[in-house]
């Protein structure tokens, strides 16, 4: 089980994931999370820090694909804004929705990193197809009464992993 819950890294700060660090993952393709790994799950507008992130990435030649539980004009309007594709109401973690994000990035899974906050939908649905992954730090304190119970758990697990020595804690 903790297999599937182990992220490849974890990062405070998304934008510390620069193209070196992807390089020397063997990483080509991208598929990242919207709320809270790179908005606020409450707010509309996106940081200048991130639209210069996705910026940097595609001009280093990365493919790029927005995994999303959130809703079309949601997630539509940010991907607009990104220039990027994406997929909202995907259903994370169930597979489906991560086949089709690979299937359009058009890169070898092999190739393609999960970047996301929360280890139930991104870590668990990205090793489920044997993606690498990436989790990172929530972008915001305020979250969903749900949400905030789910964080208990996933507090649970990275204590696990981390005395099993098995958690690539960047921090
Ligand atoms: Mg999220």
Redesign the pocket.
Known sequence: MFKYLCPDLYMTNILDINPALLKSMGVRGIIC?????IIPWDEDILQTEIIDWFATLKAADFKLCLLSNSLHNRVNGIAQILEIDAIPAAIKPRKGAFRKAVDRLGVDPREIVVI???LF??IFGGKRLALKTILVH?IAEKELFWTLFVRRFERLVLTGLRRRGLLNDQD
Not at 33 to 37: E, G, K, Y
């Open positions: 999370d919207l709320d809270n790994t996301g906050d929360q939908t991104d929530p």
